[in-house]
């Protein structure tokens, strides 16, 4: 994260990749706390963008936005949100305005996002209330000016949380939730005042709407249908009216909005992590957005999106970490008791970030749970090969919450210390521990008790991809961080799954399950949780197809002529939600992955 703190006495329980006490101090007072628990990292570079030319600032990110602060720091500007970003690039070139060694080793990170514009003025005629409608953009001071202020939105982010204020009055206006930018207040449209028409149409012969008499003056019968007809085919005509030209407009509004704009940041430090760490937060947004679209994930987390929620401080939940682990590692356990115990554990590394942390410096706790999903999955199977439900049911819990300790602790320095230790031997038995045959043998294939096995080995082998999912990501952290021959690379990371007997079965499955949810055969649009796990599946298979050559060519052998067929851009798109975050970053994997396995 960025701030400092050694071993689990630290205040703020982070880590500085590179210590400055000055901006450390800067953004803890001007961010609020929730904020300020969030924040990644922060490294000086150059910044190019439309508001800003070539100049020296600090580059803040955290795990929603990317903000920008002057060097030394004085305002904190949102620069882009992560739901707003297109593309993560790093651009191989010399900046011309750099000289000698510094424009050799910059590194150059190009951000593809959706500006934001302003309304237009066209819909004016809209709002009767002139006080009323949208917050206006307002211009930055002259004291930001030279900062990127896009405002905040509340694209692709969960509900819960678009409402909280990041900064005290640097940053521009955020608009208020359930409030549309192509369409303002209904009230003051007055839409809300207009009667909603019967369920027939008025007849053509009904009488001129303009007609002056009254509603509550005594009238005969032929009158009374006169005036019930002049009162439905008035707001009816005004309405379909209004809703024409608010479909027309919000259209164009949508055409307008989808302007894209760049920003650019030089990170001139031979050892700059700046790109992987933009890369990181990035995906940690669209999985972590997408899945707050799914309303079982969004109640589990609906503790620390409540912004009156009790505050849990960094003592407190070290004390009960503690007293958890002491439960966890106990002799005599029961299973029962340790499924129980696991299950606590997740739940809570649902809801603190924090937790997380402290889990990589305990190390004990990481170790164990390694060693018993060892034993559940490989050192007790039948001589046939195939699992109990309870074999499967707490080797899932426990890949899931290994799964959850990886989410948003990159920059821990306890994470990576722990998994390459003794030349990555931790990371080696939980990579061969993870694999298992998705298919083993079985003597009643179509028994009541098998297919409800069949549907926990499932369940554990879309854990398994999420956590191989998490370990790849460090992989590719590490490549560009040190040589190929380092541990943890993405090419470490295949050597040693290499011998396993059951790999190719299971990178198989994950192949499979990928065409399956492509192919358009459901019938049906995925859902947010199937999203992304089609996501990190992709990812899986796109790392095998480009490090390893004898998994790519079982794909192809295998999948080539499966993937050629049924699997279509335009299935994907029908398949995924344009409303999902992740949709966009998933169709180009699938076609990343169409051409490496169809024109190579």
């Not at 439309?50 to 990110?61: F, G, I, R, S």
């Not at 969004?298 to 849990?312: E, N, Y």
């Not at 109990?388 to 210390?417: C, G, H, K, P, Y």
Request: glycine share 4%; charged share 20%; aromatic share 6%.
């Amino acid at each position: 994260m960025a701030r400092t703190g050694s071993g689990t006495g630290s205040g703020s329980g982070t880590l500085l990749c590179r210590r400055n006490a000055k901006l450390d101090s800067f953004l803890k007072r001007n961010t609020e706390r929730a904020v300020y628990e969030r924040i990644r990292t922060h490294e000086p570079c150059v910044v190019v963008s439309e508001t800003v030319n070539k100049v020296y600032m600090y580059a803040v990110l955290t795990d929603e936005r990317v903000y920008l602060t002057e060097y030394p720091p004085r305002t904190l500007t949102t620069a882009v949100s992560f739901g707003r970003v297109r593309d993560i690039e790093l651009v191989n070139d010399l900046p011309d305005f750099l000289r000698g060694k510094d424009r050799e080793r910059c590194q150059h990170v190009r951000i593809t996002y959706v500006a934001e514009k302003p309304a237009r003025k066209g819909r004016d005629w809209l709002r009767r209330d002139k006080g009323a409608g949208l917050p206006p953009a307002g211009p930055s001071s002259r004291r930001n000016s030279h900062c990127a202020a896009i405002t905040p939105t509340s694209e692709g982010r969960p509900a819960e949380s678009s409402d909280v204020r990041w900064m005290k009055d640097e940053l521009q206006p955020v608009l208020k939730p359930g409030r549309s930018a192509s369409c303002p207040n209904p009230e003051t449209l007055g839409l809300l005042r207009v009667p909603r028409p019967p369920p027939q149409p008025p007849s053509s012969s009904s009488s001129s709407p303009t007609s002056p008499t009254s509603p509550t003056s005594p009238t005969s019968p032929s009158d009374t249908s006169l005036k019930t007809r002049e009162l439905v085919q008035v707001p009816w005509r005004l309405g379909s009216v209004l809703s024409r030209l608010l479909r027309r407009d919000g259209a164009a509004v949508a055409v307008e909005t989808e302007r894209e704009a760049q920003l650019h940041l030089y990170a001139v430090s031979p050892a700059s992590r700046l790109y992987l760490h933009l890369q990181s937060c990035w995906n940690s947004f669209i999985i972590r957005s997408t899945l707050m679209l799914d309303p079982r994930y969004r109640t589990r987390l609906l503790v620390s999106a409540d912004p009156s929620a009790p505050h849990i401080s960094w003592e407190r939940t070290s004390h009960l970490f503690s007293q958890l682990s002491r439960e966890l590692l106990q002799d005599g356990i029961s299973v029962e008791t340790l499924y129980l115990l696991l299950q606590e554990l997740r739940t809570a590394a649902h809801r603190n970030v924090m937790l997380r942390r402290l889990f990589w410096r305990a190390s004990d706790v990481c170790v164990f749970m390694v060693q018993t999903l060892e034993t559940c999955l490989h050192g007790s199977q039948s001589p046939s090969g195939v699992y109990t439900s309870d074999q499967l049911l707490l080797s899932s819990l426990i890949v899931q919450t290994l799964t959850i300790m990886f989410r948003e602790t990159e920059v821990e320095a306890a994470r990576i210390n722990l998994l390459s230790a003794k030349k990555g031997a931790l990371a080696s038995r939980m990579l061969l521990a993870l694999i298992c045959d998705p298919q083993p043998e079985t003597q009643s294939p179509e028994s009541e008790a098998e297919s409800e096995l069949q549907t926990l080995r499932a369940e554990y082998l879309d854990a398994a991809c999420s956590l191989l999912f998490e370990l790849l990501l460090l992989g590719h952290e590490t490549n560009r961080c040190f040589s190929a021959d380092n541990f943890l690379c993405v090419g470490w990371i295949l050597r040693v799954l290499q011998p396993h007997p059951h790999l190719l079965s299971f990178i198989g499955y994950q192949a499979q399950q990928v065409a399956l949810a492509l192919s358009g055969l459901g019938g049906s649009a995925l859902s947010p949780v199937q999203s992304v796990l089609l996501f990190q599946r992709c990812r899986l298979l796109l790392v095998c197809l480009q490090y390893n050559n004898q998994l790519a060519q079982h794909l192809r052998t295998h999948f080539r002529e499966e993937f050629r067929y049924f699997v279509k851009p335009s299935c994907a798109e029908e398949n995924l939600p344009p409303q999902y975050p992740i949709s966009r970053p998933t169709l180009r994997l699938v076609q990343h992955i169409l051409h490496l396995m169809l024109n190579r």
